[in-house]
T-cell receptor, first 113, second 116 residues
Framework: QKEVEQNSGPLSVPEGAIASLNCTYSDRGSQSFFWYRQYSGKSPELIMSIYSNGDKEDGRFTAQLNKASQYVSLLIRDSQPSDSATYLCAVNSPSHAGNMLTFGGGTRLMVKP | ETGVTQTPRHLVMGMTNKKSLKCEQHLGHNAMYWYKQSAKKPLELMFVYNFKEQTENNSVPSRFSPECPNSSHLFLHLHTLQPEDSALYLC???????????????FGPGTRLLVL
């Protein structure tokens, strides 16, 4: 059973702070990792993807991957109230179909003004 | 707007009804997916189509029947559903199912289904 685990939260941070979201996965063969943001009642939208160990930065967002420890994280700098949403971690599980994403349950982030 | 559209956006149906959900992608992608998102549960993959061919059926009950007539269109036919099937049904597409940056999935807005 391939699993992706996230703390459901809510994670509450003040405006302007750094929000740190974490995700662990069980399948050591996983190769691709994605963070999606989902506002209430809306569909997931891609924030970042990461494929190699280390950090990947895009604006206020930084994804971090550590394959040896099987965790991936998302840092949001200078958090804004508009960042309040559920953040989904998704992990590629290689299969004969080539691409099956396994999603975590999501972490709900609340940024307070 | 991700280039993936879904209709209808909301659907209420009785357990004896037959209805269909439609998904269309305008991105030139080769793979399409159906997901189910229930309250307080992770996104569940239901079906995967690569180049119009179904490659995954994630143990989905037969009351859900997918159809993919071409790489741009995907349907989910529904019949004799149960109240526990009420959920948000999401369609997604990706350029390349084989890995790398092309495997990034883009989601449609979803269909909110209520089964009475």
């Amino acid at each position: 059973q391939k699993e992706v685990e996230q703390n459901s939260g809510p994670l509450s941070v003040p405006e302007g702070a750094i929000a740190s979201l974490n995700c662990t996965y069980s399948d050591r063969g996983s190769q691709s990792f994605f963070w999606y943001r989902q506002y209430s009642g809306k569909s997931p939208e891609l924030i970042m993807s990461i494929y190699s160990n280390g950090d990947k930065e895009d604006g206020r967002f930084t994804a971090q991957l550590n394959k040896a420890s099987q965790y991936v994280s998302l840092l949001i700098r200078d958090s804004q109230p508009s960042d309040s949403a559920t953040y989904l971690c998704a992990v590629n599980s290689p299969s004969h179909a080539g691409n099956m994403l396994t999603f975590g349950g999501g972490t709900r982030l609340m940024v307070k003004p | 707007e991700t280039g993936v559209t879904q209709t209808p956006r909301h659907l209420v149906m009785g357990m004896t009804n037959k209805k269909s959900l439609k998904c269309e992608q305008h991105l030139g992608h080769n793979a399409m997916y159906w997901y189910k998102q229930s309250a307080k549960k992770p996104l569940e993959l239901m079906f995967v189509y690569n180049f119009k061919e179904q490659t995954e059926n994630n143990s989905v009950p037969s009351r859900f029947s997918p159809e993919c007539p071409n790489s741009s269109h995907l349907f989910l036919h529904l019949h004799t559903l149960q109240p526990e099937d009420s959920a948000l049904y999401l369609c997604a597409s990706s350029q390349d199912p084989g890995g790398g940056a092309g495997e990034t999935q883009y989601f449609g807005p979803g269909t909110r289904l209520l089964v009475l």
